[in-house]
């Protein structure tokens, strides 16, 4: 019986660096750590966490770090000594992460410098990451130098667009075999280079760095506090990047400010958080830019569906077909499969679907069910089998017993040559249920009145969908990933 299927792998961090002690695993500004260099880092970052906090097998501990070495030796090291490693956003209030850190049992939270004020006002232990040039000595003596698969990794936090986000449970068979399905759709070179300015506390940038040490590849990870435009363009044109994700915000963001070309070593730039406009994926063709637009979340350790650039010529809305071992349904509100191209609920099957919700049995038996994931994400199948993701079924808007996808609209309205950015969402109505309403943002130097808005609208929709009520903004209230926070829009319309 193999390592794999008997459940148990070596220690993923010691192997490789067995393998290619030499090769490159992280590049941060000037510096380059071998996965020799990091194996030893994470062995004494391993030993003083073990001392200073006796961190053991099973504990879980919380990470409120950004995105740098400190954080990827941080989560080595508490892999290496068998810990559940809990993430936390470092844009969030003390509150709110002290909800979290006692949500998913933290008894340690390690921090930096830099978050060790609001860390220590979560009221839990708190260990502050003592830097590179301080870590000094041997490995935990009692370090896990193997991986039990069906051990739990991590436990992740949802983005939480409504209500308390929920802590969902992933495994390390979860990642793993997550990255070999990334792996399968996406291709892997020996000499790949993934840029990571995803937050790493967020599953997308987590699986970056999981990934790159599973496959033996490299790692650039600009430790940048926000999302800077300029530095990220730079470093896609002067490093030789293979592989990037982003939001597709993000990369509009890019490609406006992009005043040189990017290396050409860049094969694909992998897009995940929120649907890619079409107007985008058209830019990027004519650019030749190789886009591969995904849908994933944190219950399934990041990717389930993505489309190849081939892909988009034809159907440039897609997000293409499930991942390896990766099975996908569209279901209607009978449970029966939807036919192709009706809407109904994306329900998700596979080795990467997560355990189940921590501290919260009734979400895990509301989403878990017969070995299907109900994702509350709304999406159609094609007749060749591929995806389409519509929306959140939360934000659907239900007027006069329509279904309206805010996707819909907001597509319509962002046709229009003055808009940059909309987001369609349903306020309460006394007659219809809920009203159509919609914040747009203007492109630059670009004026338009509402009444031009609605004309506009009646020309592109039915009338149930048309808004009745519009917001010019000037920037949207976007999260650490570069989503557009859909709760903060709604609060302008209650004021």
């Known amino acids: ?28 500004e000037a510096e380059t750590y071998s996965f020799a260099d990091i194996d030893r880092l994470a062995g004494s970052t391993a030993a003083f966490i073990r001392t200073r906090a006796n961190v053991g097998p099973g504990d879980h501990v919380a990470l409120l770090m950004r995105n740098g070495p400190a954080s990827v030796l941080s989560l080595l ?3 290496r000594l068998g810990a559940v490693v809990v993430p936390l956003n470092t844009r969030l209030t003390a509150e709110e992460l002290k909800w979290q850190v006692k949500n998913s049992g933290c008894r340690l939270v390690i921090c930096e410098r830099d978050s ?7 009221s839990a232990p708190t260990l502050v990451f003592p830097g590179l040039a301080n870590l000094t000595g041997a490995d935990a003596p009692d370090a896990q130098k193997n991986i039990d698969l069906k051990r739990d990794f991590a436990i992740i936090h949802s983005s939480g667009t409504s209500g308390r986000p929920k802590a969902a449970i992933l495994t390390y068979n979860n990642i793993f075999q997550s990255a070999l399905g990334s792996a399968f759709r996406l291709g892997l070179l020996p000499d790949d280079r993934w840029l990571c300015v995803l937050p790493t506390y967020h599953v997308g940038g987590l699986s970056i760095i999981l990934r790159s040490l599973i496959y033996g590849t490299a790692v650039e990870l600009p430790p940048m506090k926000r999302f800077d435009v300029d530095a990220v363009n730079r470093l896609l ?20 400010a992009k005043a040189r070309p990017w290396n050409p070593r860049l094969r694909l730039v992998l897009l995940g958080g929120e649907a890619t406009p079409v107007e985008l994926a058209a830019r990027c063709r004519e650019a030749g830019i190789p886009i591969a637009p995904s849908y994933g979340l944190s219950e399934a350790a990041s990717q389930v569906a993505t489309a190849s650039p081939d892909l988009l010529r034809t159907k440039p809305e897609s997000v293409g077909k499930p991942l390896l071992f990766t099975e996908l349904r569209v279901i209607n509100e009978r449970g029966a499969d939807a036919a192709p191209g009706e809407p109904g609920e994306i329900i998700v099957k596979g080795p990467q679907v997560m355990r189940g919700y921590y501290n919260d049995s009734a979400a895990t038996e509301r989403s878990l069910r017969d070995g299907w994931l109900h994702t509350g994400d709304i999406g159609a199948l094609d007749e060749d089998g591929d995806l389409v993701v519509l929306q959140r079924r939360e934000d659907l808007i239900l007027s006069g ?28 109505d006394a007659k219809w249920g809920q009203r159509v309403a919609a914040a747009i943002q203007l492109r630059d130097g670009r004026g338009v009145s509402q009444d031009a808005i609605f004309a506009f609208a009646r020309g592109a929709l039915a009338s149930y969908k048309i808004p009745r009520e519009i917001r010019f903004i000037s920037a949207f ?3 650490s990933s570069g989503k557009i ?11």
């Open 237 to 256: 044109s002067e490093r030789p990047i293979s592989l990037v994700s982003l939001v597709p915000t993000m990369l509009s963001r890019l490609l406006d």
């Open 401 to 428: 017993g329509e279904n309206i996808y805010p996707a819909e609209v907001e597509k319509a309205l962002r046709a229009h040559p003055a808009v940059e950015e909309v987001i369609a969402l349903g306020l309460e």
């Open 1 to 28: 019986m193999t390592d794999i299927e008997s459940g148990a792998n070596s220690d993923w961090l010691s192997a490789r660096a067995r393998a290619t002690p030499q090769k490159a695993f992280l590049h941060v």
């Open 485 to 495: 926070q859909r709760r903060e829009v709604r609060k302008l319309f209650n004021d």
């Open 77 to 79: 090291a508490l892999m």
């Open 116 to 122: 060790e004020a609001i860390a220590r006002a979560v």
């Open 477 to 479: 209230p976007r999260a």
